[in-house]
Each structure stands twice: as structure tokens, then as C-alpha cells.
């Protein structure tokens, strides 16, 4: 799965470390969501189900800690990140 995430407080609902949308894997992301400087797509071996519990739009959604956020997580990297 891919997830955009956001890395900077933008003065939006989004704060640092939320998940604003999960994609499947080789999702074709628009130049503004690729270009935002206060965003990131990052890539993470997760399930759906997981995925769905990630966005910041969910019922207590953990946030994820993106000091040195890589562009590539493992389950395992991303559950570590989590806060």
C-alpha cells in the first residue's frame, strides 16, 4: 500500500505524522499531492484492513513518527512509528 502523509503542521486538520489517504501500490498520485511540500508518499507492507485503521480521519488515529521518514516501510518499521 501507499501512503500520503503529512510531515509538517500546515495550519489544516492534518497534523505531523497523519495518514491522509492510503492508496494500492502503483496508484498514479496527482503532481500536487506528489509536490506538496508538507507531504509524502510513502510505501508500507500493510493490509487494507490495516490501512483503514491508519487514516487520520479514524476513530483515534495513531500518528506516525516521521523523523527520517523512509520511503520504503515494513509492517514491522511502520509499527515501530507509530505513536
Known amino acids: 500500500m501507499e501512503m500520503l502523509v503529512c510531515t ?8 505531523p505524522g497523519d495518514v491522509i489517504c492510503v ?7 496527482s ?4 509536490e506538496h511540500p508538507g ?4 510505501q ?3 493490509t487494507q484492513v490495516e490501512a483503514d485503521a491508519l487514516g487520520f480521519m479514524a476513530d483515534n ?3 506516525i ?11 514491522a518499521d511502520l509499527y515501530a512509528r507509530l505513536q
Open 39 to 42: 507531504w509524502v508518499i510513502v
Open 61 to 63: 488515529a495513531p500518528r
Open 8 to 15: 509538517v503542521d500546515t495550519g489544516t486538520r492534518a497534523k
Open 31 to 34: 503532481a500536487a499531492e506528489r
Open 44 to 46: 508500507a507492507d500493510i
Open 65 to 75: 513518527n516521521v523523523h527520517n521518514l523512509p520511503a520504503v516501510l515494513t509492517r
Open 23 to 29: 492508496c494500492p501500490d502503483g496508484w498514479s498520485w
